[in-house]
């Protein structure tokens, strides 16, 4: 089974950029479809971006979309989160997140509750 583990949060100022790495471990990561999802005092777990296990195929929610990056490297099991134009709305605690996944799946999935397996979450603050 994967165990995720994710860094790269931090504090930064309006426009700034930060970079999410989540480490995986274990032999099968490539066979997980992955996701990146975030939450804000007093909210919900919501949706960010999503990769198939393949990474020729992204999906992202309408807020981030043009100024984040979700990509892997299977040989490093390693998905990451490239977070550009970073705004006070994009504050929260970002996690990790895996789901096992056939080969050639074209199925992505934005719910919470269709991933198995999650990190712990990373601190991302953007002031103001």
């Known amino acids: 089974q994967v165990q995720l583990v994710e860094s790269g949060g931090g504090l930064v100022q309006t426009g700034g950029s930060l970079r999410l790495s989540c480490a995986a471990s274990?032999?099968?990561?490539?066979?997980?479809?992955m996701a990146w999802f975030r939450q804000a005092p007093g909210n919900e777990r919501e949706f960010v971006a999503a990769?198939?296990?393949?990474?020729?195929?992204?999906r992202y929610t309408d807020s981030v979309k043009g100024r984040f990056t979700i990509s892997r490297d299977n040989s490093k099991n390693a998905v990451y989160l490239q977070m550009d134009s970073l705004k006070p709305e994009d504050t929260a605690v970002y996690y990790c997140?895996?789901?096992?996944?056939?080969?050639?799946?074209?199925?992505?999935?934005?719910?919470?509750?269709?991933?198995?397996?999650w990190g712990r979450g990373t601190q991302v603050t953007v002031s103001s």
């Open positions: 274990g032999r099968t990561f490539s066979r997980y479809a």
């Open positions: 990769i198939l296990r393949s990474g020729d195929s992204t």
């Open positions: 997140a895996a789901r096992g996944s056939p080969a050639y799946s074209g199925t992505f999935y934005y719910d919470s509750h269709d991933y198995a397996l």
